[in-house]
């Protein structure tokens, strides 16, 4: 009589083992539809089947994820690639004007195709830069070396507008690729010197134990709160701008990846630029 009730209570034992597993493979599969239907509540429960249950969330979560950031990509492109046939447009429809219309001078085509090209060698930097076609390898790098390489790549326009240039740097070094550096610190002084009232520009470096401090200052009259953070989205430009509205996106991308930040506000002579590099 024992013997058959042992029996009895192992084969009830093992029948609530089996159905209990076929009710949690059910929550499992349940679990699965629940998340298609973006209900991401996981059931916290404690079994030898929550870990396969919170290894199937967490792979759910990381695939919605990556399609969003897909579907985010998708339009980014798609924004680009309209931004950038209207930036091809406006020379072209110059140059096709002036053929229609017979006015074929070569002053006229040359400011044009230099300006195609421009825009061309900047989509490529750009595209560069997205890529890691060329590398992103830091080094330590003297700043006081970078500022005088960009100032001497601007030279000629800084003579032309007559301003006078104003530098602190000293012997601060970091760590960074000197000609992706340069590109940022190009870009932000060439906002400087088309800026109509800019005669003065003020470079200063400061640093502390968390990040070294580049300010580029300008006297032009600074930039309207409103398009503060504006200015460093790709391809925004104020309608009478002369640029393709890559620079500043370009400085901003080139900092965040040497793991710092940038931002800009107005003082009182004009706008500032300051690029922090955390250590």
């Known amino acids: 009589m024992i013997y058959i ?147 001497d790549i601007l030279s000629g326009e800084i003579e032309d507008r007559g301003i006078v240039v104003d530098i602190n740097i000293g012997e601060a070094v970091m760590l960074g690729h000197f000609n992706w550096l340069s590109e940022a610190v190009i870009n932000i002084l060439k906002n400087a010197i088309n800026q109509e009232g800019t005669r003065r520009i003020w470079l200063r470096a400061r640093e502390n134990p968390i990040y070294l401090e580049l300010s580029i200052q300008d006297d032009g009259g600074g930039i309207a709160e409103g398009k503060q953070k504006k200015i460093f989205q790709r391809f925004y430009k104020d309608p009478d701008s002369k640029g393709f509205g890559i620079g500043l996106a370009m400085a901003k991308r080139i900092v965040e990846k040497h793991q710092g930040q940038i931002s800009c506000r107005n003082t009182v002579q004009g706008a500032e630029f300051i690029l922090q590099f955390y250590k």
Request: proline share 3%.
């Open 5 to 151: 009730l042992w029996l009895l209570s192992i084969l009830v034992v093992v029948c609530w083992l089996k159905f209990r597993q076929r009710q949690r493979i059910q929550e499992l599969t349940d679990l699965i539809d629940q998340l298609y239907q973006k209900d991401y509540q996981i059931p916290m429960k404690q079994d030898d089947f929550s870990q396969l249950e919170d290894q199937i969330y967490k792979l759910f979560i990381e695939l919605v994820e990556e399609k969003e950031k897909v579907h985010r990509l998708s339009q980014s492109q798609s924004q680009n690639i309209e931004d950038i046939a209207h930036q091809i447009k406006t020379p072209l429809t110059g140059m096709l004007f002036a053929l229609e219309n017979d006015k074929t001078d070569p002053a006229t085509f040359s400011q044009q195709l230099n300006r195609l090209n421009d825009l061309s060698n900047a989509l490529l930097k750009l595209a560069s830069l997205d890529n890691n076609l060329e590398g992103f390898k830091l080094s330590p790098v003297h700043l006081r070396e970078v500022v005088d390489y960009a100032l």
